[in-house]
């Protein structure tokens, strides 16, 4: 016991010191960006926030609030706060034009309401009254539309926004900032984490502001933005009209390491003859026309990444349900599972077998017994011994491992018994033959080019020899059922069997035979989890007949 | 000139090809030379790919180079997991195992729901756009999904309403098997091409003098 | 023996060297079928080359010589593809059997372009533990891979001091032969933002479409053929490619004839024994009756 | 004993667990420290484990030997082989003949990898070709609607997704409709929308379900309720 002391004290010591030993080591962190705080405490740029949802007033006064600041607190050049000032008018502009068109439309859908309202009341006629519901939704939808892309322009107004407490870098996409660019407006722009001569040549990605640690030595060529984002290749992306209004913008989370100095820069593009800064730029095309530098910023880490909750909800949630239901399994075992259909072929295949008189064949996969679908084989191989007892056939089972060869023979010999015919039991019958995957399928293809057995199972995994066994199984004119995980082998499977338990099934005919509480658990669980999914699945269908937008279930589940 | 290795390994390599085809007329000692040839070569060749890429730089070099010596510590563990060949000392490995899959379940647990699960559910539920054809295939997606989840769901009798979408369910999952298979069989002729490939290129090589 | 019973009971010999002549026939004698290509192949080639020049692209090389007729041919597209843009490249294995196919193929390639080792490009070799390694990754390059393939320490490379982590890359491209591409996906690319595509073996291809579809992968390249088809693409737009690097262009679209004509080969035949299994069938069961 | 042997390896693989879970939600830096140190001991721990599955083999052979096992005469074979090519890689100096040592262009070991081993491993699935056409004959019949629909897709798959399936597209007559061209057979518009259709969708079904079982067995593991990692004994 002294030794096993001292082993145990070097383990307490292991997992003490693993923390300890991470926080040893120095390296970047990888965390959601806090709080702003800049270096003299003034509100600069990068600061903006607000809280709650603003009204739409407030969308003006604020964007007009930052650049104020923004010119008030640097001494911007001429050049540059004119890019400011039109790239800020530009974006005003292209809100007031959604707003103006979004009130115009919000006008028509409340026009073809009341329309339809009066042809309900007038009792008009069932097509009118349908023609007049149809021209309603497509109003409505409209409205939605230009409803989702005030929010997204407003929500690109900022670098950051304050939803709630979540907090989330809005950026661009390629394709809003090549239309401004063709548009021959300049444009608040994208930083890049490549060298400055090609800023503005990414095809497929941009972002809206960038960062530059300025820890780093060469800071002034290094541009570091906060996130890269990846996003439709132009080439491939959906152009069609509700794609450009909705998709455009998309949130990514922001990642900086806490403590750590950040320049914050501003680019703004611009055609320009040439620049002295960026000589290798090419005169002419929409270039990097100015970085502006507007001042420095440390994120400090949170205690809780809020843009991962909805993921720590779902892991806690279906973590809790799989564990109660490992849980009830054990308290009732007799827990409801379907019928498995491939189970009662098996019977039907058994019963055929009996009365042609010949042998049955059955093969437990080519793992070893610490795999599940091995496993799953020895269960289901079970209810065969014991049926094959009652029909009074022989039972062949050819093994490649021989630690399944042993529990194989536990099985049959307690089926057997369980069957009341314990002298029918042949031991000779479970037999290892050969470790060796190729001459392993050769031997066992050739006892049933012999012994042409009149059903043969494959249950467990299998790797390429699938084909072969399977192959000479049809030749043979056998009954075959297939059960098995392995997806590369299911095709070959199920066009050469007569029934095949496809991946999952297999562990539910074993959870349904064996009653562990821990499959049966899981597999309760795992119901409860696919049950959830396909309601969120069917009220989209359902949200789909009524309206054709509705973001709100996919926004739930998507990762952040 | 071709060096004498080359001719030499390429006379060797084509044999060795020709010894695992043997299989095809059936099993033979050929074969099965072949076959544990290969199978003492692999193991002595990811011997040495091992040694040599992890436990070699990662703990040698990183002690006598960067005076890193927390690497003892999971070299201590690594040994207990070796100690499992020998039965009496064999629940050592159990620590190893513990911490490195007990710790890896935990570490793949949130990435999985954020990698894979949501973004596949997520995209289940797209806006519909981009005219009648992609509607449409949305559509099919929906349905494809939800009946494939309910051929998978255990909870239920599949009888009527339920029995008819999980026959629906298996449908889908036929087409896509087949998709799946006519891929396989795709994947098993290129192999061969390569190998065919192979033995008429060598033909310059093995015959030195047949090269123009 | 009437001709249904003649198909149904074929010595397997006669179809074994069936297959053996019509993979070699093409191979000999090349019909040159033009490959075209599919949407799945083109969208990973114009993502490689709508990056500006001297961006960072990651390659993982998850495959080992069983699958090298398949997966060596788009290690060779790739690797041109990415020099010819300047791209810099960050090669690396997940598979113990790949170290010494990417060895042959990066260091062929990069001398045809005269490329530097540690400059322009980097073979950070082999280790094991797929997500253990991948996940390391988007912490830090060096720290996972402190030597590369060579033995040399990374820390020091010219090509690391501009990138740390997967994070800084620009592209992430997965040749797998394995479930390698789920890993990519799960550990590196969803997490951290970065833009992928797989080229992975034809069995595993269509299991990947969920992903393709869903815009987590840019494209999927399928065994050979879809090594072909990134063969022709790239040889379309960088002509040069055909002369100066022999074995880039190459054996993937020379394979083309042969498995065309495999492939014919192989579905005429489930047809005609489709048909023959129902005739004989039939003529059982009316036996049967008569009987 | 008892409490070393089965409690404590449970507690480890709880405490690294949860730890590893939590620190996914909490964005500092030692959380961030936490998993890089974590990863890097995994990395070292794997490679040992590597190595125990490849002694395994080893003394699975010995063992065949010992007890002359049927074909044992075989595993002197493997284990010959196994010797050659750990000491081609391990000999500290280059093997007379080879210009290198260890593992670099132009060792011994470099030699054997490619001359035998790539030969060998690209051979031993390339047979299946053969067996896919005899079974094209023999065995794979539409016995089933089931079966029947997987046919279908594999024909159109195959035949579409290869060269000559643009030939035969090629030669149907075409038509147009508004704009565009349409052909009677377009193999590769039917294999992309096989692909990206139905099987995309049916695979994510799956895919779903085999996402729920790994969140399942990572949650038994956590808690213990899964030892198949901790090998047969008390």
Known sequence: ?560 | MIPAGEVLGTWIAVGLTLMMFSFIYKDNPAFKFGEHLYLGISVGYYVNIQYWSTIYPLVFQAMKQQHNYWVLIPTILGIFILLRIIPSMSWLSRMAFALYIGGFAGYSLPLIVHSLLLPQLSQTLQPYSGGPGPVINQIIILVAVFSTLIYFFFSLEHRRTVGMISRLGIVFIMVSFGASFGYTVMARISLLIGRFQYIIESGHIMFPWTRS | MDFVTLILNLDRKIIFACVAVLVAWPLIWPLSMPVGTTPEVRSIFSAVDALPNGSDIMIAADYDPSSKPELQPFLYSMLAHCFEKDHKVHILTLWPGGPALVQQAVEEVSKQYGKTNGTDWCFLGYKPGNAAVVGGLTNSITGTYPTDFYNRPTANMPIYQRVQSVKDCDYIVDIAAGATVEVWIAFASAPENVPMSAACTAVSAAGYYPYYQAGQLDGISGGMKGSAEYDVLLMDKYPNVQGGAPRVAGNAVKGMDAQSAVHLFIVLSIILANICYFIANKRQREERRTA | MIFLKRQLPIIIAFVAGIMMWIRYYIPSEVSTNLVDGYLEWVRIIVGFAAILGILSLLQHHMLKIRMKRPGFAFSYVTIAAFIMMTAAGFLPFAFPGFAEKNMETGSLFNWLYEYTFIPMQATMFSVLAFFIASAAFRAFRARSMEATLLLVAAIIMMVGRVPIGDLISNATPAFMIGQNEYHLIDFEEWTGWLLNVPNAAAKRGILLGVYLSQIAISIRIIFGIERTYMGGGD
């Open chain 1, 1 to 560: 016991m002294g030794m096993g002391k001292r082993i145990l004290a070097c383990m307490a010591a292991v997992l003490v010191l693993l923390p300890v030993h991470a926080m040893a080591v120095p390296a970047p962190a990888d965390v959601e960006l806090g709080d702003v705080a800049n270096d003299d405490g003034s509100a600069l740029a990068v600061s903006w926030n607000w809280n709650g949802t603003p009204a739409e007033s407030d969308l003006f006064s604020f964007e007009v609030r930052i650049n104020e600041q923004l010119l008030d607190h640097f001494a911007l050049t001429e050049r540059q706060q004119k890019t400011l000032t039109d790239a800020r008018s530009w974006l005003v502009g292209q809100i007031a034009d959604v707003l103006t068109q979004r009130d115009a439309a919000k006008a028509e859908m409340d026009a073809a309401q009341s329309a339809l309202d009066q042809a309900i009341l007038d009792k008009e006629p069932d097509g009118t009254i349908n023609q007049k519901r149809h021209e309603y939704w497509q109003k409505y939808r409209v409205h939605k539309r230009l409803d989702h892309q005030v929010n997204r322009l407003h929500n690109a107004f900022s670098a950051r926004t304050y939803a709630g407490e979540d907090l989330r870098l809005k950026a661009l996409t390629w394709e809003f900032l090549n239309e401004a660019l063709r548009s021959g407006k300049e444009w608040i722009s994208v930083a890049d984490p490549a060298p400055m001569a090609s800023v503005g040549t990414r095809g497929d990605r941009s972002d809206l502001f960038g960062v530059n640690s300025a820890s780093r030595a060469d800071a002034g060529m290094l541009f570091y933005t906060f996130d890269t984002i990846s996003v439709p290749n132009p080439g491939t992306a959906d152009s069609s009209d509700e794609a450009t209004g909705l998709e455009q913008f998309r949130a990514i989370p922001v990642r900086l390491v806490p403590d750590i100095e950040y320049q914050v820069r501003m680019s703004t593009f611009g055609t320009v003859p040439a620049n002295p800064m960026f000589p290798e730029a090419e005169a002419g095309g929409p270039q990097l026309a100015d970085v502006v530098q507007i001042g420095t910023a440390a994120p400090i880490g949170n205690a809780f990444d809020k843009s991962k909750l909805n993921n720590l909800i779902f892991a806690l949630l279906f973590g809790g349900i799989i564990l109660t239901f490992i849980i009830l399994a054990r308290r009732n075992p007799n827990m409801f599972i379907r019928r498995i259909a491939g189970l009662e072929a098996v019977d039907e295949a058994i019963g055929r077998a009996t009365e042609m008189g010949k042998p049955v064949m059955y093969l437990c996969g080519l793992q070893s017994l610490s795999e599940l679908s091995t496993l799953a084989a020895i269960n289901i191989l079970g209810r065969v011994a014991g049926k094959i007892a009652d029909y009074e056939s022989d039972l062949i089972v050819p093994n490649r491992d021989p630690v399944v060869q042993t529990v194989a023979q536990e099985v049959v010999k307690e089926g057997y018994a369980t069957a009341g015919r314990p002298d029918a039991y042949r031991e000779d019958n479970i037999f290892f033959l050969t470790d060796d995957q190729f001459s392993f399928t050769a031997a066992t293809c050739g006892i049933m080019m012999r012994d042409k057995p009149a059903a043969i199972f494959l249950m467990g995994y299998y790797y390429a020899e699938s084909l072969l066994l399977a192959e000479t199984g049809a030749d043979t004119g056998a009954i075959q059922i297939a059960g098995t995980d392995a997806e590369h082998q299911l095709p070959f499977f199920i066009v050469t069997c007569d029934y095949t338990l496809i991946g999952e099934e297999l562990y539910a005919a074993s959870a349904y035979l064996s009653r562990e509480p821990m499959l049966l658990g899981s597999l309760k669980g795992q119901d409860i989890a696919k049950a959830f999914m396909m309601a969120i699945i069917l009220l989209q269908a359902i949200l789909f007949i009524f309206s054709a937008q509705w973001d709100v279930l996919r926004d739930l589940v998507t990762p952040l």
